[in-house]
């Protein structure tokens, strides 16, 4: 059979991982390289049994360097830190926000041994989240706290451990979908409730509300905007009058409030205090967004509701563990002393467009005086947003970089930084690579020069 012939062509196992360990030897050991070789061999077989392999015919040194390429990208895999140059803050690809000293230095200290996640200092056995009702209850003024591995995980436990089999009410402009293709909706349908819309797309009024809730209406849900505003000929009742309604007919108020924004941004946006303040009774919200912690989702609010949270079987199936509450510790300690601005999230949103442009400008003539006979380099006024779904309202002005090169594409540059050591990834707009320095880090910007630089040169000669 022909297949036959075509199997007595790909080279041995061995012969193709000795050809591999030449390149890779220093990052995988030989036995994985085997490992990736026999699953790359068995696609190929797999392709020549379906006939949809058109090349198997030629040298076995394109199959080498497919193997090459193969092994190239799983060493790119591995969790590495990047330059981010693009100006969006909370960048979800890329980790949502960095940490802050105080939490590293606890995150790495918990780390590299045992804990008393949950010994009590007599000890007994205890509460591993007793520091985070400690200190979110100082901050905040929330009666008790749950944590959980993100803020979708916090909506799911809340409603389905509250308002299984029952009708949740909430305005039809609030049905949102986040990045990923995550729709609200269908975590409120996995929970296993009722969901009952109330208004139009574009307006909604308190009496919407009361004309929806029925005997078994469990819940009133709000739902932060996250990614998109609404505005002209609009209408929503505001947070205080949903309170009223929910203390009127005694169902909860549940506001997803999805940022975790402890400072005051704005005259419109809410801090998790002032909606606690207002009478909600039961917030949830992510820990890696403008709090500015790791992955998490945090619900404060009444005792009697988040009693039955922490009690529900599912909830220890979504806890955290010693190392997210080491970070979340450790970042809450930064609010807890004032120092707020030491959060990487916080010092990048107020950094003075003063000292935002004297880094650029001087970024610009350094790379220009470099580059000139290789690209365009010119400095633009733009505004950033912060991302992550957070304070879509909210525009940052800034300065960019704009990079126009002369003999490659944009798209060839941006893919040579991204593949740089450590990767750089950057934006393109009006057929330029664009820098946003307000995300670089100081000691960042010599790393993200010579890459310019040298890309720019390298990318010419070939």
Known sequence: MEEKGLFKKIPSVNYLAEKVAIHFKNKFPFKFIVYKIRIFLSRLRSKILSNTQHDLNESYKKLELNLLKEFTITSKQQLTQVVNATGIIIHTNLGRVPLGDRAFKKLHYIARGYSNLEITPDGKRGDRIQRLKDLFGFLTGSESVVVVNNDAAAVYLILT???????????????????GKFRLPEVIKESGVKLVEVGTTNRSYIEDY???????????????????????????????ELVSLSKETGIPLFYDQGDGCMVKVGKEKLT?????????????????????????GIILGKKKYLAKLST???????????????????????????????????????????KLRERSIAFYFALNSKVRDLARVTLIEREAMIGGGSLAELRLPGVCIFIKPYY????????????????????????????????VKEEEENILFKALVESLSKLREV
């Open 161 to 179: 451990t509250l308002a299984r089999d029952k009708e949740v009410v909430i305005a039809r402009s609030e049905l949102v979908e986040i990045g």
């Open 312 to 354: 529900t079987p599912i909830y220890r199936a979504l806890r955290i563990g010693k190392l997210t509450l080491s970070a979340l510790e450790g970042t809450l300690e930064e609010y807890l002393w004032g120092e707020e601005n030491n959060l990487p999230v916080w010092r990048m949103i107020n950094l003075p467009l003063s």
């Open 210 to 240: 009361k004309k929806a809730i029925t005997e078994n209406t469990a819940l009133i849900l709000k739902v932060h905007k996250s990614n998109f505003t609404l505005q002209g000929f609009t209408c929503e009742p505001e947070l205080t």
């Open 272 to 296: 998790v205090k002032q909606a606690l303040d207002c009478g909600v009774d039961i917030v949830s919200f992510s820990g890696d967004k403008l709090l500015g912690g790791p992955q998490a």
């Open 408 to 439: 490659i594409s944009v798209e060839a540059l941006k893919k040579y930084l991204f593949n740089y050591s450590p990767p750089i990834v950057t934006c393109i707009d009006k057929d330029c690579v664009v820098i946003n320095l307000r995300t």
